[in-house]
């Protein structure tokens, strides 16, 4: 699994994954050293954060290949489809969900 740090506009932020895709991205809570080369598999995704906060971009294009449970997998999937410059209530999450108690 291939790590970088990056500097944005949230905090330092990393970001790892590898060829099958990017794993995560998190935005830390302390100051860590930014990375000098960043890995080929992670440039796609260092390039496409930079140009949204820069207001270049509003759509991803990455492959991503999070770890997570099934649940956490739908959740996430669903949370794909939200359009930019939109919201989505916990509760509206769990219906689209089909399970309201999911909200907890």
Not at 13 to 22: H, L, M, N, P, Q
Not at 40 to 57: A, M, S
Request: aromatic share 8%; charged share 25%.
């Amino acid at each position: 699994m291939e790590t970088c740090i990056i500097k944005s506009p949230l905090g330092f932020t990393k970001i790892t994954g590898d060829k099958d895709g990017v794993a995560s991205v998190t935005v830390l809570n302390s100051e860590e050293k930014i990375t000098d080369i960043i890995p080929i598999e992670l440039e796609d995704c260092v390039i496409q954060i930079n140009e949204y906060f820069e207001g270049k971009r509003t759509q991803f294009n990455l492959n991503l290949n999070p770890k997570g449970t099934d649940f956490q997998k739908k959740i996430w999937h669903l949370l794909e489809q939200i359009p930019y410059g939109k919201t989505l209530s916990y509760l509206g999450l769990s219906k689209q969900l089909g399970d309201v108690k999911a909200i907890r």
